[in-house]
């Protein structure tokens, strides 16, 4: 953010649809930042309508495996507000097999679900913030991606490719003040996450809301002695 007030602050949100970024672009409209929110499939009726606060930009069909539709996200997001400071992504996915021949084909969906997606968004909006000298990424990783279990090669492999990405970002900018920093999120509370596990103990589950404010603080001017982090956020203790 630098020295730009905070009703100046445009941040992109990618999976702006789903819990966590549904939480995050909430988090950031409330502090009178503008939201670039984007989504692959259409925004909810109702969720929209809750963002009616603030300064949002919709940029809903954007699939963020092709590098083109990315530059586009980012093109779209200057032509409204003439500037991108921060980029969160939440894009991603969870698949479990183990290593086994019809394994191969889960590999690569991961892969291009959580590290391509990455790697496209983070160099598509790197440029406009390489010209202004001022930049905070901050992607969504996991766990696994520090250390594998039984059958999360593929889940754990495309997560700690990228960390590596964020590593990468953060040591290649930051003469540029730009930094870089991914989270390491524990089983966040969602409707889906409950009815996938009905009988799993919920009270350490990590809200999407304190994920989006820990997220919220690596944008902020205080946020910036923090870059190429991988931060655990495994819920409460």
């Given amino acids: 953010m630098g020295e730009a007030s905070r009703n100046k602050f445009v941040v ?3 999976g702006a649809a ?3 970024g549904g939480a995050v672009v909430a988090e950031f409209l409330d502090t009178g930042a503008k939201v670039a929110a984007v989504e692959r499939h259409l925004l ?10 603030g300064e949002i930009l919709d940029l809903e069909g954007i699939d963020l495996t092709d590098l083109s539709a990315c530059q586009d996200a980012v093109r779209r997001t200057l032509d409204a507000f003439g500037r991108l400071d921060a980029l969160v992504n939440t894009v991603g996915g969870f698949q479990t097999g183990p290593v086994e021949e019809q394994g191969l084909d889960q590999w690569d969906h991961m892969f291009q679900m959580n590290a391509r997606t990455a790697y496209a968004i983070s160099a598509a909006a790197l440029k406009p913030m390489q010209d202004t ?6 992607h969504i990783a996991a766990a696994p991606g520090l250390k ?7 889940y754990a492999a495309s997560k700690s490719a990228v960390i590596r990405l964020t590593e990468a970002i953060a040591a290649e900018n930051r003469d540029r003040r730009i930094t870089a920093n991914c989270i390491l999120p524990g089983t ?3 409707p889906q996450n409950r009815a996938a596990m009905p ?19 690596l944008v902020s001017p205080a946020g910036g002695i923090v870059t190429g982090a991988a931060i655990p956020a495994m819920g409460r203790v």
């Fill in 148 to 154: 594998a279990g039984a059958s999360q090669a593929a």
């Fill in 199 to 217: 009988n799993a103990k919920t009270d350490a589950w990590v809200q999407p809301a304190d994920i989006a404010k820990l997220i919220g603080f």
């Fill in 12 to 14: 992109m949100v990618t």
């Fill in 188 to 190: 966040i509370d969602t």
């Fill in 44 to 53: 909810d009726q109702d969720r929209r309508a809750s963002w009616q606060k």
């Fill in 133 to 138: 000298g001022y930049g905070r990424i901050v």
């Fill in 18 to 20: 789903g819990n966590l």
